[in-house]
């Protein structure tokens, strides 16, 4: 037990030395001097540095914005162009059945008339065909291309089938430009 005191005032000892060897290494006085100097260089450096990292982020950003900004003008008058020349090239397939219209309109002859304006509704056909127009079909009822406006029941038509077309539907590709109006059996 006294063997055991013995080493553990020792170790004590010797501990307590290092403690007063560590404070004699690093006295107060000297690091309170040398410190505030230190730490105010090293602030404003870190300061410089954060305001250079600050500077770079802002130009980042604000050449961004001016790449977005030109992106936007530049899309807005893109799609402004292509609508004037879609629509331009949709009023040069027309003008053609405007000049037909006036060369049958000339006509006295009730026979002449007839047949003008029937060459008249094949150049329309024509024209919305290459435009890429078709006519809906109208055998069966579909309520996606065709709009009901009367029923009628009759057993010697099949169920859904169309009996009447009061005006005609067109589609451009998938879209429906007008639904067809139609008069539906059963």
């Known amino acids: 037990m006294e063997n055991e005191k013995v080493k553990d005032t020792e170790e004590n000892k010797e501990t ?3 403690i007063k060897e560590g404070n004699e290494k690093v006295s107060p006085e000297s690091t309170e001097k040398e410190d505030p100097d230190k730490e105010l260089e090293e602030a404003k450096k870190k300061a410089s540095e954060l305001e250079n990292k600050c500077k770079e982020t802002n130009d980042k950003y604000l050449r961004i914005m001016a ?8 899309t807005a008058k893109e799609r402004d162009g292509i609508y004037k020349e879609a629509y331009s090239d949709a009023i040069k397939q027309i003008l053609p059945l405007i000049d037909n219209m006036e060369r049958a309109s000339a006509y006295k002859d009730g026979d002449e008339l007839a047949k003008g304006v029937g060459m008249i509704v094949s150049s329309i056909s024509d024209t919305l065909k290459k435009m890429g ?6 055998k069966t009822f579909d309520p996606k291309l065709h709009n009901a406006v009367m029923h009628v029941e009759d057993e010697n038509l099949g169920e859904g089938e169309i009996v009447e077309v ?5 589609m451009l590709g998938d879209k429906v430009i007008r639904h067809a109006m139609v008069k539906v059996a059963n």
Do not use: M
């Not at 790449?67 to 530049?74: G, H, T, W």
């Not at 127009?133 to 109208?138: D, F, G, H, L």
């Not at 009061?166 to 067109?170: E, H, I, L, N």
């Open 16 to 18: 307590k030395e290092e």
């Open 67 to 74: 790449e977005y900004d030109n992106f936007r003008k530049r």
């Open 133 to 138: 127009v078709c006519e809906i079909e109208t």
């Open 166 to 170: 009061f005006q005609k539907g067109y």
